[in-house]
């Protein structure tokens, strides 16, 4: 745990008898609860975008697809971004703060989309006969989604993070209590999943936008101001560095010293002797080449000029897990594509259950999180437990073999849902309507198949990442997860305005972007990915996979002293 923090001693986890002890569940109540309050409040909007824009922007599919994909993708690389800034100069708290903020400046722009119809194109007549938004409609949209964008980049990277500074992890009982606090986050998490994907979700859809955005800003508000009223509880560490700006000053030292040869073996911090053989051009940033870049303690003056060897290894480390990184990338857009193509197809269905009762379009993506809930209630209570029962060990499925079967379970997605979409498409045109006569029942594989990828491959990856870095950059691996996020939805921008350009040359109609789904021919589209997945499985079982044999076990990993 960092060093210093605004309490009266130097140590944060102590405290005089005067004043009460910072930290603990004193300051997980009021953690807790902001946390509750903020999901509820971003994945309600999240949850329900797609929907929003298509029927209230008049957003064809190309658009649709690539506002969600590049929103959702900004969200994700922000937070190296609020990685850096929260390690470098503000700490957990005020970028915590800072980031809920911005968010909430850009729920309040979402909220007068809604509820200002000046702001929004005019309602289209009938399905298909839409007037495009004008720019500056749109621009305010956009800026809108900016501020929601940056405000999760300094919200994601920092909040589990945040609460585990709250305790002593030094002592058992704090160890304890850490666990316990990662199951209440995750019990408020998911708390707050259901109510956003359920009540709010229902209320934008059926009943008015303009409450259904209200609710989420005012969620977002309380949890602000929770989160401020229990400053006086909270245990706040100063900033300690950047490992990202360390990695950053390796290439730098290495590159400045490119014309070095490895004949000067006076190497900065030698007392590592653990080195890799892979990548050593990145060690001439280690090299001294001249007493002068040091001071009189030994130590370097410019880090930007000279960098220990163990600064080397982390860069070194981190590089040799990117084919892995790769895999996972591929994966995600396989995933990612349910939440906007898959509701695209949820809108054009019967959403009728019963008389009266039609299910709102962003309720599809429940399956994914009911799925990835039942394969860990399986794999955790009746798998591993059973295999103990019966064999006295627990036998857990390894990382290359969770990752083969996501990688699997992607292919399966992408070739169900375009089996689902020509039915789908088919009965639509027979019946000469906008909405197929297909029930959205008939979606639900391929949204519960999006949620076992991330099961599988997610869960692997984020496990990958955090037990194979040091200590020391084990705080960055959540943002390096989530940088994996961003290009998967990023790659899956490119891919679509590629296929449409391509498929719509000489005047034909695109296989995806129109504004109805049943002019596109969106099962080849889904055809496309499915190979890529294909090629996906080849690549990281011919070479990626090595890269999890090879890796150095837990114990074997450099630490920074």
């Known amino acids: 745990m960092a060093e210093g923090s605004n309490s009266l001693v130097d140590d944060p986890y102590l405290s005089p008898s005067s004043e009460k002890a910072r930290g603990g569940w004193r300051a997980i109540k009021y953690i807790l609860v902001n946390e509750t309050f903020e999901k509820l409040a971003s994945m309600s909007l999240i949850a329900n975008m797609t929907v929003y824009l298509k029927t209230k922007y008049n957003m064809d599919g190309i658009l649709v697809v690539n506002v969600i994909n590049i929103w959702s993708g900004s969200s994700s690389l922000t937070s190296i971004g609020g990685a850096m800034v929260s390690d470098t100069f503000l700490g957990r708290y005020l970028t915590l703060l800072f980031g809920s903020l911005s968010s909430l400046l850009g729920m309040v722009i979402l909220t007068l989309t809604a509820a200002v119809p000046k702001l929004r194109p005019p309602t289209c007549i009938g399905e298909i006969n839409c ?225 009266s009762f039609k299910v709102p379009p962003g309720w599809m993506g429940m399956s994914s999180m009911i799925a990835l809930a039942f394969w860990i209630f399986i794999y955790e209570i009746v798998w591993v437990l059973q295999t103990k029962r019966m064999t006295g060990k627990a036998k857990r499925l390894s990382m290359t073999q969770r990752i083969n079967i996501g990688l699997v379970f992607a292919m399966a997605c992408s070739i169900v849902a375009a089996l689902v979409e020509k039915k789908r498409r088919t009965t639509a045109l027979q019946h000469g309507s906008f909405e197929s006569p297909m029930s959205i029942v008939m979606l639900l594989p391929q949204f519960a198949l999006s949620g076992l990828i991330e099961a599988f491959v997610a869960v692997a990856l984020m496990e990958y990442l955090t037990t194979q870095l040091p200590e020391s950059m084990r705080t960055g691996a959540g943002a390096i997860f989530f940088v994996s996020l961003s290009l998967g939805s990023y790659l899956n921008t490119v891919l679509i305005n590629i296929v449409y350009k391509v498929t719509s040359r000489g005047g034909k109609r695109a296989w995806l972007g129109g504004h109805d789904l049943n002019q596109d021919r969106l099962e080849n589209f889904y055809y496309l990915v499915a190979a890529l997945e294909a090629l996906n499985f080849i690549y990281f079982n011919l070479f990626a996979s090595r890269f999890i044999a090879n890796a150095p076990s837990e114990d074997q990993t450099l630490e920074v002293a």
């Open 131 to 355: 007037i495009d938004p004008k720019f500056w409609q749109l621009s305010i949209l956009y800026v809108g989604l900016t501020f929601m964008a940056i405000g999760a980049g300094g919200i994601r990277p920092c909040n589990i993070a945040f609460g585990a500074d709250q305790f002593d992890t030094r002592t058992k009982k704090g160890k304890m209590q850490l666990e316990s606090f990662f199951n209440w986050w995750y019990f408020s998490f998911t708390f707050a999943l259901v109510i956003a994907l359920t009540g709010v979700v229902y209320i934008q859809t059926n009943m008015s936008w303009i409450i259904g955005f209200a609710i989420p800003t005012a969620c977002l508000t309380v949890s602000i101001v929770i989160f401020v009223i229990g400053h006086h509880a909270y245990i706040i560490t100063k900033p300690q560095g950047c490992v990202f700006v360390d990695l950053i000053k390796v290439v730098s030292a290495a590159t400045r010293k490119c014309h070095l040869d490895f004949s000067k073996q006076l190497f900065y911090d030698p007392e590592v002797h653990s080195r890799t053989k892979r990548f050593r051009c990145l060690e001439k940033a280690a090299i001294i080449a001249d007493q002068s870049e040091l001071d009189e303690g030994g130590k370097a003056k410019n880090g930007w000029r000279l960098c220990s060897i163990q600064q080397v290894e982390n860069l070194k480390l981190l590089l040799g897990m990117v084919p892995v990184w790769v895999t996972g990338i591929g994966s995600f857009m396989a995933m990612d594509q349910q939440s906007t193509v898959g509701i695209l197809q949820a809108i054009q269905t019967n959403k009728s259950l019963g008389s």
